[in-house]
């Protein structure tokens, strides 16, 4: 089964939203946008109602429809998206927020304009919240074609309405580069940070803090209207020297370092930011169950839960935790617990289902599905087997620690083969700019690039495998654009096109505007998927899955030979049952003057070619795929073994009766009936039988 897939390099992506000041929801769209800005996307904010809060970041579009909420109502909202769209065009994908009522007015637009817009919701709240306002339910945002809940009680609220719908997990970004690591004291000291409204139920910390044994501290990062009154409280309950109000402050999370956790009593909460970075600190989190923390404290691991309005539960974890009688928690676990939350995960994530949305419906008409619950946060490993290129190791590993996917996706695992120049000195210089990305694999001797990438394949860790030439460069967006290539299509190899070079001068690569896609279930696309990759045999332009490599014993690299990647191209093609190529250059192939194919030294070991082919294929006849591809095999051995050997005996002055021997005995032994193949001319056999004839000289 083959698809032609066209890419969208540069989707347009709505971000509709009825009214925004400056808060919460508005933070994170300007997150989202200025990621899939980075990454070619056109985002465009309509808001319903603009009333002079200037909000979104100027690398996105900004529309308005009206500049006051008076008067208006669901309709016109909808008269006015319709109005948006007749005269700016239609997006790849509209994203509802953060009403649910918005995902019913893209849909109308949509419908009253007669298109099929794709609409997903990105709701902030519990729908009920919603419900209460005035903002629609369950029943406006199942309007949308699919939804991405920010918790998992949005999620199962939706599907609770519909069984059907389509759910993508999503956790909002937190920008954490700013959020400086502590480790959570003994101190006697609660943080709470956040606004002092009523919501926020503060009233019931100062009465838990009173009602405790132990004489807790409690400090007040924040402001509001029930400042007064919380003030008087803390008086009336005795203990106003313990409680300090510090107000607002643009680094709240200095006073983390003089408290022992962050405690909580809201309500309501939209979304756990504040402890979301809390944990990032490091912190501890005490909270009650309606703050929205369920999906991410783990009790005794990285916080507590008490039930709402429980003053004597609260009192009781203090106590506790004063006399030592609870787990201690470990800083280190709780900064480990939220890194799906930290930007470059969460922003990653979002944007992988929000391109697989877009493309999966392009070719299927469908939307891709992905397990709701899943955060895609994959790694892929890099590896470079190293031999004596100290004048090109640096770009090499430039370009791939460049690449648009983020270092926090990367490990490169560098091979030193043995060098006798400065490669490795240049390797240790990297690793330690980059010490959470580069592993450096130090052999003593030169073993060849078979060991290398074995011995690396040992230490990877990631969900995909990618090898790259010491002497190479890989295109900025390379890595990027293949792994959402399997995120869309589910491969066990995404592969691309490449480009030679020589000397400085490295080309740009093309954006990639087409993949091919099949899904191997007919002999006949195994013949072409071996077809396609029997001539170009390099382990490079390739991202293998990790899974697909271990799960294989014998695709490695066979140790002792050259022309190592014949035999792992072919087993690749054996294995696979997905593959897919995208129609871009993205790997830069170095024409090295001093590389091996250039070099005296072939002559010492050319037969590998035809060795490691005839081992390939004992393992076709063993897999019982020989015999349906022999004429493919007999063809490809012809034409990049047999006729390039004995040429290049020939003009290299190297010939030998007994390798030509050797070639012309494999061929009549395993390819009796080569006469009938359909690929070979009459110029094939008029070299076989000249060859065969001179083997007898």
């Not at 039930?307 to 480990?336: F, G, Q």
């Amino acid at each position: 089964m083959k698809f032609d897939i066209l890419i969208q390099s540069h989707p347009v992506v709505d971000i509709l939203i009825a009214v925004a000041e400056r808060g919460g929801v508005e933070n994170c769209i300007n997150m989202l946008g200025k990621y899939l800005t980075e990454k070619g996307y056109r985002i465009r904010i309509i808001q319903m109602v603009f009333e002079g809060t200037e909000w979104a970041d100027d690398c996105m579009e900004f529309h308005y429809i009206y500049t006051s909420r008076a008067g208006h109502n669901l309709q016109d909202f909808t008269d006015g998206y319709e109005a948006f769209l007749k005269k700016f065009g239609n997006p790849s994908l509209t994203i509802a927020t953060a009403w649910p009522m918005m995902s019913y007015i893209a849909k109308k637009a949509s419908s009253n304009l007669g298109c099929d817009l794709m609409v997903g919701s990105w709701l902030h709240a519990p729908l009920g919240r919603y419900e209460a306002a005035g903002f629609g339910g369950a029943d406006y945002a199942d309007n949308g074609d699919l939804h991405f809940a920010i918790s998992d009680e949005i999620a199962e609220e939706l599907r609770a309405y519909n069984p059907e719908a389509v759910i993508y997990r999503v956790n909002n970004p937190v920008d954490m580069s700013k959020i400086h690591k502590v480790e959570a004291g003994s101190t006697r000291t609660l943080l709470f940070v956040g606004r002092l409204s009523a919501e926020k139920n503060i009233g019931l910390i100062l009465r838990a803090l009173s009602g405790s044994n132990s004489e807790w501290k409690l400090k007040l990062v924040g402001d509001g209207d029930k400042r007064e009154e919380l003030e008087k409280t803390a008086e009336e309950l005795g203990i106003e020297s313990r409680v300090e109000f510090i107000g607002w402050s643009d680094n709240p999370w200095k006073y983390a370092d003089e408290s022992c956790a962050l405690i909580m009593a809201s309500v309501y909460e939209g979304a756990p930011m504040v402890a979301i970075e809390a944990l990032s600190c490091g912190l501890p989190v005490i909270a009650n169950v309606s703050s929205r923390v369920v999906d991410i404290i783990e009790p005794g691991k990285n916080g507590y839960l008490y039930p709402d309005e429980s003053v004597d539960d609260l009192s009781k974890i203090l106590n506790y935790i004063a006399e030592d009688r609870l787990p201690h928690i470990s800083s280190e676990y709780c900064r480990n617990s939220v890194v799906n939350y930290s930007a470059s995960e969460a922003l990653w994530d979002f944007c992988c289902k929000i391109h697989t949305t877009i493309s999966g419906r392009i070719i299927t008409d469908k939307l891709w599905k992905h397990a709701d619950r899943v955060t895609i946060s994959d790694k892929v490993s890099v590896i470079i087997p190293c031999y004596n290129t100290e004048s090109y190791i640096s770009r090499c590993l430039d370009s791939v620690l460049s690449q648009s996917i983020g270092l926090s996706h990367l490990e490169i695992l560098a091979v030193n083969d043995g060098s006798t120049d400065g490669t490795l000195e240049i390797l240790k210089e990297y690793e330690v700019l980059y010490p959470d990305n580069i592993c450096i694999i130090d052999c003593e001797e030169n073993y060849g690039q078979s060991h290398a990438r074995n011995t690396a394949l040992e230490y990877a860790s990631g969900d995909y495998i990618l090898f790259v030439d010491s002497d190479d460069v890989i295109a900025p967006k390379m890595i990027e654009t293949m792994v959402l290539a399997d995120k869309c299509y589910p491969s066990d190899i995404v592969s691309c096109d490449f480009i030679s070079f020589y000397g400085d001068e490295i080309p740009e690569a093309e954006d990639a505007l087409h993949s091919k896609y099949c899904v191997i279930e007919t002999e006949n696309e195994l013949k072409q998927l071996f077809m396609d990759n029997a001539f170009i045999t390099a382990p490079w332009g390739k991202l293998y899955k990790s899974d697909f490599i271990y799960s294989h014993n014998d695709l490695r690299f066979p140790e002792g030979y050259r022309m190592e990647d014949i035999f792992f191209s072919y087993m690749s093609v054996a294995y696979a049952a997905t593959w897919q190529h995208i129609s871009a250059k993205f790997y830069c192939y170095y024409q090295n003057p001093d590389g091996i194919m250039k070099s005296n030294r072939l002559k010492d070991y050319y037969m590998d070619v035809h060795n490691v082919f005839a081992m390939a294929m004992d393992r076709y006849k063993e897999l019982g795929l020989f015999d349906c591809l022999k004429q493919e095999i007999e063809f490809v051995y012809i034409k990049k073994v047999y006729e390039e050997l004995i040429a290049y005996m020939k003009t290299g002055n190297i010939y030998s009766v007994n390798n030509n021997l050797i070639l012309s005995e494999y061929l009549a032994k395993n390819f009796k009936d080569i006469a009938d193949n359909r690929y070979l001319k009459e110029d094939d056999f008029a070299f076989i039988e000249s060859s065969s004839t001179c083997s007898n000289c």
